[in-house]
């Protein structure tokens, strides 16, 4: 089974400061990988993902991922934060084999504060 | 866009009564899941649905049943209400050949 570990239950940034938001994952097999953002009372969106090809993953909002198959890591970054940036972030990991391979398992989730 | 629905954004039920959440997804997609999340614990699935009168347990099913007798609904139920099923619940929706899914706003239940 995979599982996912998100490094920082919490990070504060300032605003306009670069962040990088870690995750590592754990897998017997090969797996796709992805982000989700949670803003404050909504549902969860998808930011970016990982499927194969270049392992630099551009997603919206400025975002982007590194896949590092070696580290088996999947670390979120973003050069120059906003206050609209204040979310809670999920990485998520789903393998690609077998009959339920559609099922994603979540971190356990970063909240990501940017302060003025 | 892809539109998930969630029947109630705040809901308040009291211990041992039978409680049904229902999502409703726009997109004709085959896959559907159930979340609760909970703070520091992140989203577990409860169940997911591959097709219509399809399911199959995720990780936390205890105290949980679903229905989906339609392709676009997909029902959470609690069959008698707990304490600590007080959560938050997420729907989720995504196609077959897809491992992307789209989320509903969730309902917030509090069992008293």
């Known amino acids: 089974a995979q599982s996912v570990t998100q490094l920082d239950s919490q990070v504060p940034v300032f605003e306009e400061a670069p962040v990088e938001l870690r995750c590592n994952y754990s897998s017997s097999v090969s797996v796709y990988l992805f982000w989700y953002v949670q803003y404050p009372n909504q549902g969860l969106q998808l930011l970016l993902k990982?499927?194969?090809?270049?392992?630099l993953v551009k997603g919206i909002n400025g975002f982007e991922a590194e896949f590092n198959k070696s580290q088996t890591s999947f670390h979120l970054r973003k050069p120059s934060v906003h206050i609209s940036d204040t979310a809670e972030y999920f990485c998520a990991v789903s393998k690609h084999s077998g009959g339920s391979n559609y099922k994603l398992t979540f971190g356990k989730g970063t909240l990501l504060t940017v302060n003025p | 866009d892809v539109k998930v629905t969630q029947s109630s954004r705040y809901l308040v039920k009291r211990t041992g009564e039978k409680v049904f959440l229902e999502c409703v997804q726009d997109m004709d997609h085959e896959n559907m899941f159930w979340y609760r999340q909970d703070p520091g614990l992140g989203l577990r699935l409860i169940y997911f649905?591959?097709?219509?009168?399809?399911?199959e347990k995720g990780d936390i099913p205890e105290g949980y049943s679903v229905s989906r007798e339609k392709k676009e609904r997909f029902s959470l139920i609690l069959e008698s209400a707990s304490t600590n099923q007080t959560s938050m619940y997420l729907c989720?929706?995504?196609?077959?050949?897809?491992?992307?899914?789209?989320f509903g706003p969730g309902t917030r239940l509090t069992v008293t």
């Open positions: 990982y499927l194969s090809g270049s392992t």
């Open positions: 989720a929706s995504g196609t077959g050949g897809s491992y992307e899914q789209y």
């Open positions: 649905s591959y097709d219509v009168k399809m399911k």
